[in-house]
């Protein structure tokens, strides 16, 4: 597979929200569930998702943080990053991180109790799209 840069990757995630998230449950069983990132903020090789500490994705982040996101689109573009998530509950990063339209998940923001977020930084960045292909290793 050819090469791609960080800037191509970026180029190609922008303006993409919603994708699967894959994550092991520490028997090496996949799940997978849709979730969104803020697909407005240039891609710079992390991906942040808002989500509950007590959430089943989380706790089978802490068992196995390697995880993968698979996005798609209807142009026949396809990606996939795999890598490692960790789990962020700095008030900081969270205001950071907020955007208008999240209430309906968190309804007292960042202080929503149990709010939190994941980071998912990549190591390795797949893409296909109709006659281009490109790979991108952290």
Not at 104 to 122: M, R
Request: glycine share 6%; hydrophobic share 35%.
């Amino acid at each position: 597979m050819k090469k791609a840069s960080l800037k191509t990757i970026a180029g190609k995630m922008k303006d993409l929200d919603f994708c699967m998230m894959v994550t092991q449950d520490g028997r090496q069983v996949p799940h997978s569930r849709p979730m969104s990132n803020n697909g407005k903020v240039e891609y710079d090789g992390d991906s942040w998702f808002f989500t509950f500490e007590d959430s089943n994705k989380v706790d089978q982040i802490k068992k196995d943080n390697k995880v993968s996101l698979v996005y798609q689109t209807d142009d026949m573009l396809f990606i996939e990053c795999y890598g490692t998530a960790t789990v962020v509950k700095d008030k900081e990063t969270l205001q950071e991180k907020w955007v208008d339209g999240l209430e309906q998940w968190f309804p007292e923001g960042i202080d929503t109790p149990g709010i939190c977020l994941l980071k998912v930084s990549a190591k390795r960045v797949n893409f296909w799209h109709k006659d281009e292909e490109g790979e991108y290793v952290a």
